[in-house]
């Protein structure tokens, strides 16, 4: 597919999406949603797809929010549409993609961007970025799933100051409460990144999926996380990977994962 909003590239098994709006820091409008679930559709489907580098255009901003001129004048019914489509085309398939989603903070990630973030696996932020959730200021509260992801990384009580305060946090205190893996210089940003993404593409795909799928099952209401885990470890036990993997290791050499 042609992307007019993001650029969009494999290469060495990583996926690269790079939202493209640098003159509008990158804001989250229909279209840019539109091609993000289409890629993510993509990477989800593609064998070729170890894992996912998600970033921004340039280095003031990842995402810097919305694009509020879009919903202004929305009412309620169109209000809910607009998240509830959101939720599943974009947020949640990128929360519950099978290959691991990396985002390289690369500046301001503000509402809408931190929730995108946030649905990532893994966050990477350099060190002149910005996270916050500002929606009260304009008499609304996070609609992509900010509420709810903000509080499972950092508890109850800090996302509720963060979201009430509409205060933004340094890089650096996104990494001491946990809303950030790593800070790193911008310059080493996308380099992490592919750091992380190559540790992980060297193990076996299915596992790979069955372990993200295990985790986001604790966190889902009136679904037993242990069960799922329980499901997911023995569906390993019935791949080639799995005797790849063991008789590498009984072999003692490296393991050559196909996710079969």
């Known amino acids: 597919m042609t992307y007019q909003q993001i650029k969009a590239e494999v290469k060495e098994n990583i996926f690269y999406i790079t939202i493209n709006r640098e003159q509008k820091l990158n804001a989250l409008n229909k279209e840019v949603l539109t091609e993000l679930a289409t890629a993510i559709a993509f990477a989800a489907e593609n064998d070729e797809?170890?894992?996912?580098?998600?970033?921004?255009?340039?280095?003031?901003?990842?995402v810097a929010g919305a694009d509020i001129s879009e919903f202004q004048n929305y009412n309620l019914a169109e209000g809910k549409e607009l998240a509830r489509s959101g939720h599943i085309n974009v947020f949640d398939a990128i929360e519950n993609c099978p290959k691991p989603v990396v985002a390289a903070i690369n500046g301001f990630?503000?509402?809408?961007g931190l929730?995108?973030?946030?649905?990532c696996h893994i966050r990477i932020a350099s060190e002149n970025a910005k996270l916050g959730l500002p929606e009260v200021t304009l008499g609304l509260i996070p609609g992509y799933g900010g509420t709810q992801r903000l509080a499972q990384l950092v508890g109850k009580g800090r996302a509720i100051e963060m979201i009430t305060t509409a205060d933004m946090i340094t890089a650096e205190k996104a990494y001491r409460i946990g809303l950030v893996n790593e800070v790193v210089p911008q310059?080493?940003?996308i380099a992490k990144a592919e750091e992380i993404l190559a540790k992980i593409k060297q193990r076996a795909p299915l596992a790979i999926a069955s372990a993200i799928k295990a985790v986001n099952s604790g966190l889902k209401v009136g679904v037993n996380g242990f069960e799922v885990e329980i499901e997911e470890f023995a569906n390993c036990f019935q791949t080639e990977d799995f005797k790849e993997g063991v008789n590498a290791f009984l072999e003692k050499r490296k393991a050559t994962f196909k996710g079969k």
């Open 187 to 189: 310059a080493e940003l």
């Open 115 to 119: 929730e995108l973030a946030m649905a």
């Open 109 to 112: 990630a503000l509402g809408g």
């Open 49 to 62: 797809v170890r894992g996912v580098l998600l970033t921004g255009a340039g280095e003031k901003a990842f």
